[in-house]
Every structure is written in C-alpha cells, then in structure tokens.
C-alpha cells in the first residue's frame, strides 16, 4: 500500500539521505559483483542506525523512496529487514575467534478458542522440550540455538527495526553462549481475540557460511521440499502435545519456523481464514443458533486517498431477519497480497474479486449460505468509545457489533 508524500529530499538528515543513496546504488548495479559490493556498503550504513536504535533515520528514507523510487525502497526495505534479523557474532572457541553467522527465527501458532488465548513467561522444562525439539528436527546439524522465555502476542513482538535488532543480538548471544534468558516481566497485555497467533522466537548460530535449517544441508538440497515437510510434520506431532499444556482450550496449528519476517507474513496470511472460521463457531455456539440461521456481509474498507485501494474487508453477521449487526471479524490486505494477484495477471479489481471469493467459500463451508457482497468501498470507521471497527448492515450503514441483550455472559471479542 502506498503512503502519502509526508517528506522530501530537503528535510532528509545527512543520515537518511546516505540511506536513500546506497540504496539507489544498489538498484542501479551493472554486475552482481557491484551489487554484493553496494549491499555490503548499505549493510554497514543501516547496522550502526540500528545499533543507535534511530528508527527515524531509516523510516524518514523509506519513506521518501516508497515516493520518489519504488526498486530503490524495496531494495532498502530488503536490507533493513535482513539487518535487524541477523548479523554475524565471534566466538572464541580454543583460543581462536570464530566467526558465526546468526539469525532470529519465528515459529509461528496459530490458536483459537471460546475462552482466552495465553501468552507471557514459557516454564523452564517446557522450554527445554521445545527447544530440543527445534534443534532436532528444524536445525542443521552443528547449528546453535537460544529460544525467548516467552510466547508472544502480535502486541508484545518487537514494534520496530531497531527493537527487532536488539532481539536478535541479545538471543544470538545467549545461543553462542550456551545460556538461557530470562522471561521478560514488561510485556503489554495481549488482546482478546477468539483466533490468533502467539510466536516462539529464537536465534540460531552457525559456522560462517553453514546451513541454519536441515533441508540447506547439502545432502538433502536435491529434494529439499519433501525433507522440509517431513521436518514440519516431526515438529507438529512433537511440539503440539506440548504447547497444549499453555494453551489449554485452544485448537492449535504450528506453521513451519523461518527467518523473523516471511515467518510473520505467513502467520498474518494464515491467521484470516481460522478467523472466519473462528467467528462461525463461536456465535453459533454462544448464541444456540445453526450456522444456517445467520446472513454474512462482506464489505472492502480503505482511506479517501487511497484512490479506489481496498486495504481490509469487514465481514459483518447478522441473524437473519433481525437488522442487528452481532458480530464482525475484519480481513486485513497486505502487499503480499497485491504482488502475488499481480504474478498471477489479475488487475485490482480481480484480486478484489477474487479475495472476496476467498472469504465467501469459507463461509459456505462454515454453514453460512445467506451471503451479500457490497460492490463499494467504505471509508474505515471505528468506535469513539472502545475503538472497535464500524461493520456494513444489511442497510449499507456502519453499525457497531452488538450481541443480543440476552447473550450468556463471558463471550470474547473477535474483531
């Protein structure tokens, strides 16, 4: 999604516009010697405003090339990401300093439930479990690995590149050290949703140049894909039973760990639909109600600016001829989204039908048949009391989600 013009080149400090230069140079390489030359360059730029924790630098810059030079943002947005996820750390080991390539890593739950979704401090045999099982069947032979005493919500992850640097260094340390840190006591309250993600980080170290994941190893490139899936497989059957124990209630589904942001791609991606799913279950349940007694409305949301740009769908439900909208669940859009209906060949309006082909088919299977698609976009509106998003009615209009007055108490927010 594209951001408004909020700068230009005169307001840049000296910093930023060094940013913004290196990564025009990248873009603008002849050779792939002269990029990995300019990438090593911008590598050094970008690791001392992270280690400076100036996050303004680095946004100030995105934000004039997501403006001005879109290559040239995707190349800087690409170094920013690799250099707060991973660095390369030394080791003394027999009096000789070792050089190790170190990398944050995201394992990702998704989890849903009628009741709440935990998170916070993991207990120490719990995570002693999780982490032999990671280390033996995700990781690389030789590979060093630091798991975070504590299952994050979206709202206690790192909330910028200089944070998420910083948690890379201080867990990559704790792998090559051999020790263990200690859960954090400052997280935020995680908000109540009935389906969400929760995340195990960690940080793994290997040998300068070595495989962090069983299937780089050498002996396994040529079917990489099928020792991929059998390691998930190995990492779903071991760590569920075990993550059961703090997420008691919940249905649970481990997506495959990876580097820190495609991990959180993946997850935000895969979270939509066991939302929807979620929100069926739940109002059938809470209100006694079969699925086929509810109406759904699908509506596209984006700013005035934004020039016809949907950036989420509200689905809003109704029970069925009552004008009451009961509850909502929102289905937010990414830029992943938009580059993958583009290789695909499918102009915006396509993707825009096409995602909401999506959401309708999840309904169908959910028992929710009685469906209306809204061909316009709504300008988002939220509660001026509690912040919750505004859903369509079957009337057009924005109404906020309302469970009936004789609703049994106790019911979580999904929205």
């Known amino acids: 999604m594209r951001r408004p013009n909020k700068d230009s080149q005169a307001r840049l400090s000296a910093e930023s516009l060094r940013l913004v230069g290196s990564a025009q140079a990248v873009v603008q390489a002849a050779s792939r010697y002269e990029e990995r030359y300019l990438e090593r360059s911008l590598d050094g730029l970008l690791q001392k405003v992270l280690k400076g924790n100036h996050q303004e630098q680095i946004d100030a810059a995105l934000?004039?090339?997501?403006?001005?030079?879109?290559?040239?943002?995707?190349?800087?947005?690409?170094?920013?990401?690799?250099?707060?996820?991973?660095?390369?750390?030394?080791?003394?080991?027999?009096?000789?300093?070792?050089?190790?390539?170190?990398?944050?890593?995201?394992?990702?739950?998704?989890?849903?439930?009628?009741?709440?979704?935990?998170?916070?401090?993991?207990?120490?045999?719990?995570?002693?479990?999780?982490?032999?099982?990671?280390?033996?069947?995700?990781?690389?032979?030789?590979?060093?690995?630091?798991?975070?005493?504590?299952?994050?919500?979206?709202?206690?992850?790192?909330?910028?590149?200089?944070?998420?640097?910083?948690?890379?260094?201080?867990?990559?340390?704790?792998?090559?050290?051999?020790?263990?840190?200690?859960?954090?006591?400052?997280?935020?309250?995680?908000?109540?949703?009935?389906?969400?993600?929760?995340?195990?980080?960690?940080?793994?170290?290997?040998p300068h140049g070595q495989p962090f994941f069983r299937w780089q190893m050498a002996q396994h490139q040529a079917n990489f894909a099928e020792v991929k899936k059998i390691a998930l497989e190995a990492w779903r059957e071991q760590a569920l039973p075990n993550l059961g124990r703090m997420l008691p209630g919940c249905g649970l589904e481990l997506l495959l760990p990876e580097a820190y942001y495609i991990a959180c791609r993946e997850a935000d991606k895969a979270i939509r639909p066991v939302s929807v799913r979620a929100a069926v279950h739940f109002i059938t349940h809470t209100l006694g109600r079969p699925p086929e007694d509810f109406c759904a409305a699908i509506a596209g949301f984006g700013e005035e600016m934004s020039e016809g740009q949907v950036d989420e769908y509200r689905i809003s439900f109704l029970i069925k001829d009552e004008p009451q909208v009961v509850y909502g669940v929102v289905w937010p859009i990414y830029g992943m989204d938009e580059e993958d209906a583009a290789n695909q060949g499918l102009s915006p309006s396509g993707a825009r039908r096409a995602t909401v082909d999506v959401i309708c088919n999840l309904l169908q299977e959910a028992g929710v048949t009685d469906i209306k698609r809204y061909s316009e976009r709504f300008a988002p509106e939220y509660c001026d009391d509690c912040g919750t998003p505004l859903f369509v009615d079957l009337d057009a209009d924005l109404a906020h989600p309302e469970m009936p007055d004789d609703t049994p108490a106790g019911g979580a927010h999904l929205h």
Not at 97 to 109: F, H, Q
Not at 157 to 163: A, K, L
Not at 176 to 200: G, H, I, M, N, V
């Open 63 to 206: 934000n004039h090339l997501f403006s001005n030079d879109l290559a040239a943002y995707d190349a800087l947005m690409e170094a920013v990401e690799a250099n707060s996820e991973s660095m390369q750390l030394e080791l003394e080991e027999n009096g000789v300093a070792v050089k190790y390539d170190c990398i944050l890593v995201v394992a990702p739950i998704l989890a849903w439930t009628r009741f709440s979704i935990a998170s916070g401090a993991i207990p120490a045999d719990l995570l002693a479990t999780l982490s032999m099982h990671l280390q033996a069947h995700m990781l690389a032979d030789g590979a060093k690995l630091a798991l975070s005493p504590n299952l994050y919500s979206i709202d206690q992850m790192p909330r910028s590149h200089g944070e998420a640097y910083t948690l890379t260094q201080r867990l990559a340390q704790a792998a090559l050290k051999s020790s263990t840190l200690s859960p954090s006591k400052k997280l935020p309250e995680a908000a109540p949703f009935l389906a969400d993600t929760r995340y195990l980080i960690a940080a793994v170290a290997v």
